[in-house]
Structure formats: structure tokens, C-alpha cells
């Protein structure tokens, strides 16, 4: 399916696009009002930008490092050159637990692998703890929004799946009470899993440690009340020292949500005695990305989030309507790098207005990057239609001559024309807008009757 | 001082009163103006589409069309920061080239930066929206972005600042797109239309008599918007309103 048509699907409940936008904009308005409260706010963009170009360009060197740093901690390092290896691998692990029920904490990277329906197919029951996830989890879909992943959801929505998944009362949509319900719910999940997956969001050579953040604590509960965690990282995540985390933590939340810190900033560095952490690092695409001047620096990302709230698309097209596991603007440069063909529309799914690029706290030039995108992606598919019309385009306006002559056919023809064919439905314009009023004669005429 | 003009296609097809208006606000202000005839287009349509490789021949007629002049001044911020940013690279014509996209100025940018007028005086008795379009504003940076922490400016709302009894709204939402984009327009309609719908709605909220921006694409969407749900506003380039409230 391409963006077009899922959008269109999407703005067809007008009212519920409309609440999409006005939800996610205040999420933005958040992040303004907390973004500008700091004076050095700029500063810590630069900087941030600063330390993930270095990382980048000696990724091979800091993993090494963090593997070293790691495994003197104690912590199991593995390495996935993708997804399937990645799965694999946590697969291995629970048989040799031989765990067979396991609670997660919100992760993009598990959701990229699709370790979910995996870990299904060989028995295991997985269960997402960050109350969105789960959420979504409940009606078999996937995370819409990389930090909101039930934003989509409307309180009654949420109201009628906990009454039937949770046998909560019908109707009853207080935010409390459904929460609690929740709350409950996990508590049991939490207090039998053996293992208990996390995500990623700084990993640091210099001590061999890593950083969750979470808002619901749900990461440390999962990891504390396990015997067994997994951690499953990007191999971009990396951040050289702890010290960075002082510029990172406080663009990461202000970012995503407005606020000046996450609730849980937790370091991992060595398991607890008589238990395991297990790190994964896994590639899968990245090195490749890597290797694209041009996109590069699409993985200095730290998923926050913001490109997608400030996106005037992604509000009023939704998550889904990407198709990709990472939607909205930085989905867009990530996905064609994955699938130059499957998410081939999703760089012309922008008005290349550039807000993702300002709001970016890396500095990430996305609104750049879908242009050269579409640069790639033509180029990729071959003769097309729109190919040969951009050609003769190119025919007209490099002859001064020729462009006068079809100018002049063009506002004759318009003009001459009845509305019936105007504003027939092939005429995409004029289905929502009408055409502007052709004048009698264009300023390069009118030029040379007077001026010249 | 000696200027160039540039004129962009639809302009000069469908909106010659704005190019006209360009002319004579920059001739009222002191400036020697030619026009060029063998301008065509500055090839964004083609390069936002993909095709950037396949604008060659746009682009060396440009380049060969104003390479002698001191200052070429455009009435549109996103044609402007095509020829900036997204020309290709013509091999044999590099020094021009370069000369070409650092002397060319969107005209808020030439009035403030180098004609340095201060505000315009004159007098304009009308409730005015106006609509900072993406390109020049985050492009050319003609104004302050929401989304960054820096002091808030606008080189066209301190053009309007000396006019009597012009009326500026504060829009609830200073930035936004319109929605129109190019083949966005077209591409992506029903995205197209909800987005020009929303950024009318909020001028209309605030009373606006006439819509105002520097870039005619974008106007030229929401007026179509808004004349097929027959709202009544009026659409006027910075130009126009400009030129109009000098004389």
C-alpha cells in the first residue's frame, strides 16, 4: 500500500484526523515551551550533533571497546548481523532457561526483528510491559508512534479492549481505573517471567554500561524481578562516554515529551550475583546505511520522537500509514534504505518543509535527506511516466522560445476550457481547489508591450 | 542600484500582478530593474520530483541568463532556495554557478539585507494573515522558526511594521505548512487539501481580510481551497501589499 492512499483512508474520519493532529501538536507545544526554558538548548543540539558524527565515524572502534568494557563487567555480549540472527539468538537463550514466558520494555530494535511473532511461533508468550505497547499488543498491532506507541487510540477505544482483555467494566473510560486495571494485570506477568527483554537507548564504552529510559518504570520491574536480561541494541547507539549522557538525557525527554528528565534513567553495568545480562548488538542494515554519505547521518538518531510530532503529515496521516516500522519523517530516510522499493513513496510523503530538521536534537538534516531520497528512488525505478514528463519539462524550460509558445497553449487552453472538464475527477487539483484565473496575457508579454 | 529580476513560471503565467506589483515596489525604492526575456524556470518542480539529474538544460539557461547581473531579486523564497541548494552542478559554467546562487535574493531578504529599507512607509487599512511559507522561512531563514530556541524575527512582518494601520494577526500556529508543496499537491492530495484546510481555518478564525505571504505556490493552494468553499478572503502577495500601501 502507498502513503497516498493510506492517508486518504486515514483523513476519511475527518473528526478523528483532526483529534490525531490536535493530540500530537500538544505533545509538540510541550516540547516547545520545555525546549525553550533552557537557554543553552542550541548548544546542546550542537553538541549532541557533535558527539554522534564522532561515534560514527569510529563505531567500529567504540563497539569494540564497549564489548571489552562489557564483558570484564560480566555482561554476555552477542553480535547479530541481523534481525534473524538477532531473534536467534534470544530464542537461544530462553531454551537454555528454558523460559517460556518472558515481559518486555519498550524496544524499536525488537520490533524492526519482528522477535514478537518469532518467539510465538516457538511457544514463548511475550508480554509488553509499557502500557501502550500492550495496548496495542492486545489488538495485534504494532507500536504507531516510536514513543507513544497507542497514540492512535482514543480513551473509549482503550475502555472497550480492557473490558474484554482485562474484564474491566463497560464504559468505564477513567484514565485511573483503566491504568490500574493494567497495572494489575502486569504485575502478574512481571512476577512470573524468568527473563525480561529491554532495549537500548545509550550504550557507553567507556564503563561497559548501558542506559534505559522509561517513563513507567516497567524496564527496572521486568529486569529486577528476572532472572535473565536481554538487552537489544542498535549498534548506533552508542554514546564514547557517561559524561555525554548530561547532553543526551536532557534533549532526549524535552524532545519526546516535554519533560526535563525521563522518570527512569537506569544503568546497567554488571548483573546482580546469580544473575545474567546478555547484550545484543545487532547491525541489521546500519553498516550499510553507514556507507551512504548521503544518509549517514540518519543514524546519529536517538528516537525521540519529535520529527513525528512536529510533522504536519504524520499527524494527519497517522503512523500506519507508513507501513515501516519507524514511521514519520526519520522512518522515511531510515525504511528505503532497508527496501528501496517497498517504502519507495514515503519520501514524497513530505512538503520537504523542513520543521523535522529544526526540531531534530541531533541535528539530523532530515528534510534534506528525503530529497536525495527521491533523487535515489527514481533513479532506482527505471523509465516511468512521470520520468518522461519531467524530461520534456526540462525540454520546454531550457528553450526561452518553447516556453513562451507552451505558456501561451496552456493559458489558452484553460481558458477556453469548460469546468466540466476543469474539475473532472482526473484533474487531481481541482478536486479540492479550483484553478486560478488565467490573465491575458503573461508578464513576459505584457513586459515587452511596455517596458521593452 | 542595478537589479535583475526573476520572475518564476507561474508567476509570470498565471499571476502577473505580482510580478508587476515586484517591479514596481523595487523601481519605487530606488532600483534600476531589468527583466530579463530569455528566463524560463528554475527547474523545482522536476528536482522536488526526483528528477534533479534531468534539469540540466533548466538549469544552464538560467545561469546564462543572469550571469551578468549585480542582483538578481525573485518574488518567491522556494524558487530562490532551489537555485541555492538544488541545481545541479554544471561543470563548465562552476564559477558563474556559484556567483548566480550567492547573488540571488528572495525579496524580503534583498528589501532588509541589501537594500537595508528599514520598514516601508505608507498606509495599508486592512486585517492581514500572513503565511510564512516553509522554503523561505526554514530555508532561507527570512524569519524565525518555531521549533528552534532563538529570537523571534521577520523580515516580512518588519517590512510591514512602518505601515499605517495595517493589522497583523498572531496566528495560533505561527509555522505550519499549507500543505501545497509542488507535486505534493497532486501526489498526495487528500493530505494536500486537509492541511490547506487547517492552515485557512486558522486565519479565518482570527478574522483575516487578506492572506498574505511571499510565496505565491502556497497562496495559490489555499485560495483554491477557499474559493471552492466559497470563504470569503482575499489573497495578496507581499508584493502587492507592499506596492499598494507605498503609494
Not at chain 1, 515481559?103 to 519482528?114: D, F, P, Y
Not at chain 2, 527583466?35 to 528554475?42: A, E, L, N, S, V
Request: net charge neutral; proline share 5%.
Amino acid at each position: 500500500m502507498s502513503h497516498p492512499s493510506q492517508a486518504a483512508n486515514f483523513l476519511k474520519d475527518e473528526k478523528r484526523a483532526h483529534w490525531h493532529d490536535e493530540t500530537l501538536w500538544f505533545v509538540r507545544e510541550k516540547r516547545d515551551i520545555s525546549s525553550k526554558g533552557i537557554p543553552e538548548w542550541e548548544e546542546l543540539r550542537k553538541l549532541a550533533s557533535g558527539i554522534k558524527d564522532h561515534v560514527l565515524t569510529k563505531l567500529d572502534y567504540y563497539l569494540e571497546e564497549l564489548e571489552k568494557k562489557a564483558t570484564e563487567n560480566g555482561i554476555k555480549v552477542h553480535w547479530a548481523q541481523n534481525a534473524e540472527e538477532h531473534n536467534k539468538i534470544v530464542l537461544s537463550i530462553l531454551e537454555e532457561k528454558k523460559c517460556k514466558a518472558i515481559v518486555k520494555s519498550k524496544s524499536i530494535l525488537t520490533e524492526e526483528c519482528h522477535l514478537n511473532p518469532f518467539l510465538e511461533k516457538h511457544g514463548v508468550e511475550v508480554v509488553d510491559t509499557d502500557l501502550g505497547e500492550r495496548i496495542v499488543q492486545f489488538l495485534n498491532q504494532p507500536p504507531s508512534h516510536i514513543v507513544l506507541p497507542a497514540i492512535h487510540l482514543k480513551k473509549g477505544d482503550i475502555s472497550e479492549i480492557f473490558h474484554e482483555k482485562l474484564n474491566t467494566e463497560k464504559g468505564n473510560e477513567d484514565p485511573t481505573y483503566l491504568t490500574n486495571a493494567a497495572r494489575i494485570h502486569l504485575r502478574d506477568k512481571f512476577m512470573k517471567a524468568k527473563v525480561a527483554i529491554t532495549g537500548v537507548n545509550f550504550a557507553i564504552p567507556e564503563t561497559g554500561e548501558f542506559v534505559v529510559c522509561t517513563n513507567e518504570g516497567n524496564a527496572d520491574m521486568g529486569v529486577h524481578l528476572a532472572d535473565v536480561h536481554i538487552a537489544c541494541m542498535g549498534i548506533e547507539k552508542i554514546i564514547p562516554k557517561r559524561e555525554h549522557l548530561g547532553v543526551f538525557l536532557r534533549l532526549l525527554a524535552r524532545s519526546a515529551t516535554g519533560q526535563s528528565i525521563t522518570n527512569y534513567n537506569s544503568h546497567f553495568r554488571s548483573p546482580a550475583p546469580g544473575k545474567e545480562i546478555h547484550l545484543i548488538l545487532v547491525d541489521n542494515g546500519r553498516t550499510k546505511q553507514l556507507g551512504r554519505e548521503k544518509f549517514k547521518n540518519s543514524l546519529k538518531c536517538i528516537r525521540c520522537g519529535a520529527c513525528m510530532n512536529t510533522c504536519p503529515i504524520y499527524r494527519r496521516s497517522g503512523g500506519y500509514s507508513y507501513g515501516s516500522t519507524v514511521p514519520g519523517p526519520i522512518g522515511s530516510i531510515l525504511s528505503p534504505g532497508i527496501d528501496v522499493k517497498k517504502y519507495s513513496t514515503l519520501p514524497f510523503a513530505s512538503t520537504l518543509c523542513g520543521s523535522c530538521s529544526d526540531v531534530c536534537p541531533v541535528k539530523i538534516n532530515i528534510h534534506e535527506q528525503l530529497y536525495e531520497w527521491r533523487q535515489e528512488i527514481t533513479k532506482a525505478q527505471g523509465w516511468s511516466a512521470k520520468g518522461m514528463s519531467m524530461k520534456l519539462a526540462n525540454g520546454i524550460f531550457k528553450s526561452p522560445l518553447a516556453y513562451k509558445v507552451s505558456g501561451k497553449i496552456l493559458r489558452a487552453t484553460l481558458k477556453t476550457l469548460p469546468n466540466s472538464i476543469i474539475y473532472n475527477p482526473l484533474n487531481v487539483w481541482g478536486k479540492g481547489r479550483t484553478v486560478p484565473e488565467v490573465p491575458k496575457e503573461s508578464f513576459k508579454e505584457w513586459y515587452q508591450k511596455n517596458r521593452s | 542600484m542595478e537589479v535583475a529580476l526573476f520572475i518564476p513560471c507561474y508567476i509570470d503565467q498565471f499571476y502577473p500582478n505580482v510580478a508587476k506589483a515586484t517591479l514596481e515596489l523595487l523601481e519605487k525604492l530606488g532600483c534600476k530593474v531589468s527583466y530579463p526575456m530569455d528566463q524560463t524556470c528554475c527547474g523545482q518542480p522536476m528536482a522536488n520530483s526526483g528528477f534533479e539529474r534531468d534539469t540540466e538544460g533548466t538549469t544552464r539557461q538560467f545561469i546564462e541568463t543572469f550571469k551578468s547581473y549585480d542582483f538578481i531579486v525573485a518574488p518567491s523564497g522556494s524558487c530562490v532556495l532551489h537555485i541555492k541548494e538544488h541545481q545541479p552542478e554544471i561543470d563548465d559554467l562552476e564559477p558563474f554557478q556559484k556567483e548566480v546562487q550567492s547573488k540571488i535574493y528572495e525579496l524580503s531578504e534583498f528589501l532588509t539585507d541589501i537594500l537595508k529599507v528599514g520598514t516601508v512607509k505608507g498606509s495599508f487599512p486592512h486585517k492581514i494573515g500572513f503565511h510564512s511559507s516553509c522554503h523561505g522561512q526554514r530555508g532561507l531563514r527570512l524569519s524565525s522558526s518555531s521549533e528552534l530556541n532563538e529570537a523571534p524575527f521577520s523580515k516580512a512582518k518588519d517590512l510591514f511594521a512602518g505601515i499605517k494601520d495595517l493589522e497583523l494577526v498572531e496566528l495560533s500556529r505561527k509555522d505550519e505548512c499549507c500543505g501545497f508543496g509542488g507535486t505534493f499537491a497532486v501526489s498526495e492530495e487528500a493530505l494536500s487539501i486537509q492541511m490547506g484546510k487547517d492552515r485557512l481555518a486558522d486565519h479565518l478564525e482570527h478574522n483575516v481580510e487578506i492572506i498574505c505571504g511571499g510565496d505565491t505556490s502556497c497562496l495559490m493552494h489555499l485560495q483554491g481551497i477557499a474559493e471552492k468553499s466559497h470563504k470569503p478572503v482575499k489573497f495578496m502577495h507581499l508584493a502587492e501589499i507592499l506596492n499598494q500601501a507605498i503609494s
